[in-house]
């Protein structure tokens, strides 16, 4: 049985890129930034998963110059910054929502991104073998 990780402890073995990269903020926003997950939820918590597709999330902890942790140990510091990358499929726009978060918002975070991945699980199910299907419910 694998480990489950906390969401600060995965690293993605490639980055992603905030924002569209062909889009400027001044003319069409691609970065979005929350002060915190319950702002976030406000704003997007039920946004429609079609018109809204998250393909990636990075929850990073760390200091940008040194690289080094900035947990103080208390869960709700807020010193991670959670990144969702979102494909915005009708008009065909990456997006990235840049969300403040503390650990003690991981079983929140955790619960909102399982629905996603339940959402991405249906549109490749003809791919997932039988015996791998109702692993992630």
Not at 49 to 73: A, I, M, V
């Amino acid at each position: 049985m694998t480990e489950v990780k906390h969401l600060w402890d995965v690293d993605h073995p490639y980055y992603c890129t905030e924002g569209g990269y062909f889009h400027t903020q001044e003319h069409f926003p691609t970065i979005h930034s929350f002060g915190s997950w319950a702002e976030f939820l406000s704003d997007m918590g039920s946004s429609d998963e079609d018109l809204n597709l998250l393909f990636r999330w990075d929850w990073k902890e760390q200091d940008e110059d040194s690289g080094e942790p900035t947990f103080n140990g208390d869960v709700h510091y807020r010193n991670g910054e959670l990144s969702l990358f979102f494909m915005l499929q009708r008009k065909g726009f990456h997006t990235t929502c840049i969300v403040q978060v503390c650990r003690a918002d991981e079983p929140e975070v955790r619960a909102w991104l399982q629905r996603r991945l339940n959402y991405l699980i249906g549109l490749w199910a003809p791919l997932i073998p039988a015996n791998l299907e109702g692993t992630n419910d």
